[in-house]
Structure formats: C-alpha cells, structure tokens
C-alpha cells in the first residue's frame, strides 16, 4: 500500500519561502514520478513541478518557474521529494497536494491534472497561504 503525507505548509508573507516534504512509503523499487499539484478555492488543480526519482528529471509549471525548485532525497530509502518555494506571491495561496506513480514522468503529461496522466497515488495536502 502506497503512502504519501505531505507537510511544511503554512503562512507566510509575500517576498517569503517555504518548503514543503512528501513522505512516499510503499515503493519498495524502481523509479517513480512525484509531482506537486495545488488547488485554490474555486479554481482547479493545477501542476506545480514533477520529478523523476529515476534521473532526477524535473518540470515546472510557467507560473513557479525559477520560483520554486523540486528535489528528492538523495537516500532512496527514504522517499521523500521536496518543494523549495521561493519569492511567494500571494497567487501562490493553495492548498498543494504530493502525487506518485511507478512509471517515468510523461513529458506532455505530468503536470496536466485533467489529462491523459492519472497519478495513482495522492496525499491528503498542506496549506500554503502568502498574504500580501
């Protein structure tokens, strides 16, 4: 059974960071993508940025682009992938959900949360808010 719980969500103030953690228990092999999505009230889930656990491979949205920074852990046991969110706007207020598959991140798909790409496995998300 696949696990992700995500944390370090907050508030902060625009100009401000945070970082955010998913824990992926479960995957016992093999490279998996992870990806960050978030949604705000009364509007659809987005994708932030994805990575492959594999290659390191990463994609961002347009809109978190030399913003926002995604990693993993560099010990794969440990399963967990990173969002370094940099110079927040308060546009940036959501709630942000970690998503995971075992295949490789699909180029046209990973970050598109009405496409073809179904993650499979979904956290329960953190609360980011950035007041202006």
């Known amino acids: 059974q696949v696990l992700l719980v995500e944390s370090g969500g907050g508030s902060v103030q625009a100009g401000g960071s945070l970082r955010l953690f998913c824990a992926a228990s479960?995957?016992?092999?093999?490279?998996?993508?992870m990806a960050w999505f978030r949604q705000a009230p009364g509007k659809e889930r987005e994708g932030v940025a994805a990575?492959?656990?594999?290659?390191?491979?990463?994609?961002?949205a347009d809109s978190v682009q030399g913003r926002f920074t995604i990693s993993q852990d560099k010990d794969n046991a440990k399963r967990t992938a990173y969002l370094e969110m940099n110079s927040l706007k308060p546009e940036d207020t959501a709630m942000y959900y970690c998503?995971?598959?075992?295949?490789?991140?699909?180029?046209?798909?990973?970050?598109?949360?009405?496409?073809?790409?179904?993650?499979?496995?979904w956290g329960q998300g953190t609360q980011v808010t950035v007041s202006s």
């Open positions: 998503a995971a598959d075992h295949t490789p991140c699909p180029l046209t798909g990973a970050l598109n949360y009405g496409g073809w790409y179904k993650y499979k496995h």
């Open positions: 479960g995957y016992t092999y093999g490279g998996y993508c």
């Open positions: 990575i492959y656990t594999h290659d390191d491979t990463t994609y961002y």
